[in-house]
């Protein structure tokens, strides 16, 4: 469904992302993790289309995306700080893709509605994100990115900024609009207890490479390297 293929990035003379290969099944809810400066965020925005990458190919349902522009790739993004428009209340924020998109009042008007009870803040659609807590706002993002129903959702580190309590709440909610909405997530953390927690299969990054690709259960039992053994065993 969502291929990567030998993706490689370099920053002058520092590689940043070395010859990552991956493919990701429909529905799939895969977790990049490793530890600071693995070459997560990269491969990640390569996907998106912040950063394109040095050479390698994204694959996704067939179509090659690496040509086409950021914005129109039909790919969802939430990430570590609160990217919410801070003038515009929370339902212009879910709203604002929809509108970018052309849809129609009345169909936005029942997006904006729907998308607020699946994140929970149906009550808060007038609220400014100021208004609201980290992990509401988080919310709302979420509400936002899923709004135009994309097939693919990355979040990098979305929820590093909050409290362990607040964390936890929020990936229960995760794993539900996983389910509900069936959307393929790729998910970035340096938290294997989240990655566990939340995934279907985990890709260990290490210095730019993946160092092994399976199940939490997998990596914990069958570790490829000795790097994979001290990452999953230990809590960093
Ligand atoms: P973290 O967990 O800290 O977010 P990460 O796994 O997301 O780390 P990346 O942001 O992908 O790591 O960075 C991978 C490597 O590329 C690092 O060594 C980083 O210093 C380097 N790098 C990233 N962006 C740039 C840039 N714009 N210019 C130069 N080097 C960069
Ligand atoms: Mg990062």
Do not use: C, W
Not at 49 to 67: H, K, N, W, Y
Not at 78 to 107: C, D, I, M
């Amino acid at each position: 469904f969502l291929s990567i293929k030998n993706i490689r990035k370099t920053y002058g003379s520092v590689i940043a992302v070395e010859d990552v290969t991956l493919d990701i099944a429909k529905g799939e809810f895969l977790t990049f993790l490793g530890p600071s400066g693995s070459g997560k965020s990269t491969t990640l925005f390569a996907i998106a289309g912040f950063e394109a990458p040095t050479s390698g190919e994204v694959i996704l349902d067939g179509q090659a995306l690496l040509d086409i522009p950021s914005h129109k790739r039909n790919i969802g993004m939430v990430f570590q700080r609160y990217t919410l428009f801070p003038h515009l209340t929370v339902g212009e924020n879910v709203a604002f893709p929809l509108r970018v998109r052309r849809k129609s009042a009345s169909e936005i008007k029942s997006k904006v509605a729907e998308m607020l009870e699946l994140v929970q803040l149906q009550d808060m659609a007038d609220r400014l994100p100021s208004q609201m807590s980290g992990g509401q706002q988080q919310r709302v993002a979420l509400a936002r990115a899923l709004a135009y129903d994309p097939p693919v959702l990355l979040m990098d580190e979305p929820l590093s900024a909050l409290d362990k309590k607040l964390r936890e709440e929020i990936q229960t909610q995760i794993r539900r609009i996983h389910k509900e909405t069936g959307v393929t997530i790729l998910y970035v953390t340096h938290d294997q207890e989240e990655a566990l927690r939340l995934s279907d299969r985990i890709a260990l990054f290490n210095q730019g490479r993946i160092e092994q690709v399976g199940t939490g259960h997998d990596l914990y039992f069958n570790p490829a390297t000795r790097f994979v053994a001290g990452f999953i065993g230990n809590s960093n």
